[in-house]
């Protein structure tokens, strides 16, 4: 078992590009998540998906997008990234609310130019 | 919405001693309460949690109470050892909305030898 992997590991973007942050699990999970992560905020909650099928706002959802491609993959989109999102992107998924526990991927260290 | 707050955002104690993370939160209606550990560059794992109908529960060296009425909670670790240095966040989750949870702002933990 892989457990969650995300990819890449590492991106170096320059303001306005796009690019597509890949997730995905082997735990035959139903939700999954998308945080990311600053210095002295936390991990702050950007999207995530109760099911397939469908997808939900988080605490900052602004300048992204998502999409739950089928239950294994979930994937977060920066359409024109901006220096504001700069960050630790971590994926997370859960066998659902009544099971809670969530299991991270290794994250993805994004610097916005 | 749901607000967590966390004290201290650092902590230092000497190898044995015990250490006391306290976190509070907004929502009366939030039941499900996780703490989760991140080691330097590593992915968060969860390592204790308790849900609304507990008022503590332990697992070795560590345990979490929960005060409904003053609506905080806390981890406390025992006997501490250097191995216990990283990041610990609390969170908390509502009933009406378990796949939704809000993270603290951490609080660095190192245990000198």
């Known amino acids: 078992n892989a457990g969650v992997t995300q990819t890449p590991k590492f991106q170096v973007l320059k303001t306005g590009q796009s690019m597509t942050l890949q997730c995905a699990q082997d735990?035959?999970?139903?939700?999954m998540y998308w945080y990311r992560q600053d210095p002295g905020m936390g991990l702050r909650l950007i999207y995530y998906s109760a099911s397939e099928g469908t997808t939900d706002k988080g605490e900052v959802p602004n300048g992204y997008n998502v999409s739950r491609l089928n239950k294994r993959e979930f994937s977060l989109r920066l359409e024109s990234a901006a220096p504001s999102q700069t960050s630790v992107y971590f994926c997370?998924?859960?066998?659902?609310?009544?099971?809670?526990?969530?299991?991270f991927g290794p994250g993805t260290r994004l610097t916005v130019l | 919405g749901e607000n967590v707050e966390q004290h201290p955002s650092t902590l230092s104690v000497q190898e044995g001693d015990s250490a006391v993370i306290k976190c509070t939160y907004s929502d009366s209606a939030s039941n499900y309460f996780p703490w989760y550990k991140q080691e330097l560059g590593k992915r968060p794992q969860l390592i204790i949690d308790i849900r609304s109908n507990v008022g503590e529960k332990k697992d070795q060296r560590i345990a979490v109470t929960l005060n409904k009425t003053a609506k905080h909670f806390s981890l406390h670790i025992t006997e501490t050892q250097p191995e216990d240095s990283a990041v610990y966040f609390c969170?908390?989750?509502?009933?009406?909305?378990?796949?939704?949870?809000?993270f603290g702002t951490g609080t660095r933990l190192q245990v000198f030898p």
């Open positions: 969170a908390a989750s509502s009933i009406y909305n378990t796949d939704k949870l809000i």
């Open positions: 735990m035959n999970h139903n939700s």
């Open positions: 997370a998924s859960s066998y659902g609310p009544s099971y809670n526990e969530q299991f």
